[in-house]
């Protein structure tokens, strides 16, 4: 019940929202459904999108901000609706630009996930005065998706989205002393995705990517790989039947305003060694085939009650760890990478974030046990 009264609410909220994340109402044969732009989505997702969009609003106007977000200008036409705006979006090309952490903190390219649930690209310096080591880190990925969205179909299988993407991701820690631990890695690449929605309650999405990766120090690339990731996201339906898809890739709630996340991810790549590179990877031979799974689980909280204090709302935590078997030289590979951001500003586009990385570089199989303290920025 209090679902559909906030449901209600959405209407008279978002009907000064356009775009992409617009929310909008439309009634068929099965009810009263919530939509996202051009995508029907489930009672608890719009309901969670309408409380950060509340919560935004809230902080906004106690820091004396305008009520209109930027992600989300007031349509200058009073004759053209939501609805009309969604059909002429279908089958045009958009294109867009993506900062976060990892491609694990970006989802779907054509979609991104939304800046307070994810974590964004951090930067660091540290003196220790005891030895005397100064530390530069920096890690992130920036991308500029071309997306192409098909019409939305209801009831049936169909194609949502067509992406491609160039991006460069950067991983430097440069340490005056302990030398040893650096890491240098500058990879430029391009993704080609596809979104296939409403098939066994979920949008499966099947990637492609090839990149190179080189040093900051020398600018000499150090690999190549090609790769392959398929990755679901569910949309659970809350009275009807659900697949094991539906929960995959989606918030679901521990209680009314706490929720989580849990996005598996199937990973296939294979990687060459160039100039010579003595990463730990091409240890025994030159190259590397390898394929494994990769779980994100994410926690945060929502405002629906006005019962979460407003330090806790901004804390997002994430962890993903992966696992990789290389069928050639007959060894795996395990990566931990954790982040707890506290979000700044109303949109969550700046943070403060503690990040712990262990386990093997997924890009040179070198050794890392990292703990970082710095700000974050994602777009």
Known sequence: MLNR???????????????????????????????????????????RMLTKKMRAARRMAAAGAPKISRAHPADKSPMKGNAAKDED??????????????????????????????????????????????????????????????????????????????????????????????????????????????????????SATGEVVSSFTDGKPKNWAISAFYQPFGNPERNGSNTFFAYLGTPLPITKDIYYSISPKLVSEYRSALNDSTDAIFGSRKDALRSGPTVTFGLGADNILEKVPTVIQSVYFQATWGWLWDWLSQRDYQLLDTSLTFNIDPESHLGLTLSYTYGEDAKTGNKTNTTKVGLSAKF
């Open 5 to 47: 009264v906030l449901l209600a609410v959405a209407i008279t909220v978002s009907s000064g929202i356009v775009g992409e994340n617009a929310l909008a109402q439309t009634k068929d044969d099965k009810g009263i459904q919530c939509r996202r732009g051009n995508e029907i989505i489930s009672d608890d997702e719009c309901v």
């Open 89 to 206: 979006e279908n089958h045009k090309w958009k294109v867009g630009f993506v900062l976060r952490r990892t491609m694990d903190d970006v989802g779907a390219f054509d979609a991104p996930k939304d800046p307070s649930d994810a974590a964004g690209a951090d930067f660091s310096w540290t003196r220790d005065g005891v030895s005397g080591n100064k530390a530069l880190a920096a890690k992130g990925i920036a991308a500029v998706p071309f997306s192409w969205k098909g019409k939305t179909l209801v009831g049936q299988p169909y194609l949502k989205s067509v992406t491609v993407a160039p991006y460069i991701e950067f991983d430097r820690l440069r340490n005056s002393v302990d030398t040893d631990k650096n890491t240098d890695n500058l990879t430029f690449g391009g993704l080609g995705q596809a979104g296939y929605a409403n098939f066994m309650r979920a949008t499966h999405y099947f």
